[in-house]
């Protein structure tokens, strides 16, 4: 007997890249969800809407790179928080370097935290779909 659908986002970024991947059964692939560009980490069904909720804390004045880094990754997580307040996903699986991680963790509200399931600290933005669901399944909890 199959195991209820359950919808997960693995989220796979870094300051610059991002895509989300959709698995809606474990024991399936994954597919790529598309973004508005690869520059522009919405989901381009959103059209421009974002889940308030998004805060940014800046304890220093960071470099315009990093500056760029870390708008390009709060949008990234304003996506997020959509996707769950329209309930587009159950669970979210996040996978970033450990910098992008920590930018990540700090945009994400409350909400969105409570549907992370898991957490890889890497980068596969270059990877391609099929070894970044390798690498993530065997992280997913058994559901």
């Given at each position: 007997?199959?195991?209820?659908t ?5 989220v ?15 024991d ?11 520059h ?12 308030a909720?998004?805060?940014?804390e ?16 709060s949008t ?10 329209r309930?587009?996903?159950d ?32 980068d ?11 690498h ?8």
């Amino acid at each position: 007997m199959r195991d209820e659908t359950r919808k997960t986002w693995i989220v796979v970024a870094d300051g610059a890249h991002a895509r989300i991947l959709l698995n809606s059964h474990r024991d399936e692939g994954v597919s790529e969800l598309p973004l508005v560009s690869k520059h522009d980490p919405r989901l381009a069904h959103h059209h421009g809407e974002l889940a308030a909720g998004v805060h940014h804390e800046v304890v220093h004045k960071p470099s315009d790179e990093k500056r760029g880094e870390d708008k390009f990754l709060s949008t990234l997580a304003a996506t997020v928080q959509t996707g769950i307040a329209r309930k587009e996903c159950d669970q979210i699986v996040l996978v970033a370097p450990a910098v992008a991680m920590g930018v990540l963790r700090k945009a994400l509200n409350k909400d969105s935290h409570k549907h992370i399931v898991a957490e890889i600290v890497h980068d596969y933005t270059h990877q391609d779909n099929p070894t970044v669901w390798k690498h993530v399944k065997e992280k997913m909890p058994l559901q």
